[in-house]
């Protein structure tokens, strides 16, 4: 389902556990990591398509979660045209997304990446706030940026670090000039998921070029 302009709608998810740190999936038989995110299927709210996506992706309910914020408007990013099937090319133009910023409520154990037949992710970390922006395939990044810095206000204030998250975002973008995500520290150690795997070099994991769309 396009609009007119070649973008299909899509939802993102920004999960956040307890120390708001955010849910980073490695797409299923790739070195490529994301967030998660995916389609709305025709008569589907963008809420409906995400609660659908959570569960299909990383195998969360509703009852798992909490919403605590969502974008404003949509986001849109473009999609290099030899990423793009032949058979969609002259029409379909990219992504056009609502991101929402989750809490989670259950437990690390409450992920399943296999929660259907076709999983999406087949690893997962979590990932202090603004890593990503690091390591997400070129372009992408713009959109990341645009939902992490709309969202990052909601963030709770209770935790110290989040104040600097939240007015430390230009000592960020400074640090990022020049840095290629080879120094990423590697997240907390974690309990898998049923049918999840973890990289034994997290860092080798961040290949450019090979990202899913």
Known sequence: MLDRDGFRPNVGIILLNQKNQVFWGKRIRTHS?????????RGESPEQAMFRELHEEVGLMPE??????RTR?????????????????GHYKGQKQIWFLLQLTGQDWNLNLRATNH??????????????????????????????????????RN??????????????????????????????????????S?????????VKGKHAL
């Open 198 to 206: 973890f990289e034994p070099n997290p860092q080798a994991a961040f």
């Open 33 to 41: 990591w994301q967030f998660p995110q995916g389609g709305i299927d």
């Open 119 to 156: 999983p999406e992710f087949d690893a997962w970390r979590w990932n202090d706030y603004w890593v990503p922006l690091d390591v997400v395939v070129e372009f992408k990044r713009g959109v990341y940026e645009m939902a992490l810095r709309e969202l990052a206000r909601y963030l709770p």
């Open 64 to 69: 798992h979660v909490r919403i605590v914020a």
């Open 159 to 196: 935790d110290h670090r989040n104040r600097y998250l939240r007015s430390g975002m230009r000592a960020r973008e400074h640090d990022h000039l020049g840095h290629d995500g080879g120094g990423m520290l590697p997240g907390p150690a974690m309990e898998l998921p049923p049918g999840a």
């Open 73 to 89: 408007d949509w986001l849109r990013y473009e999609v290099p045209e030899r990423y793009i099937r032949r058979d969609a090319r």
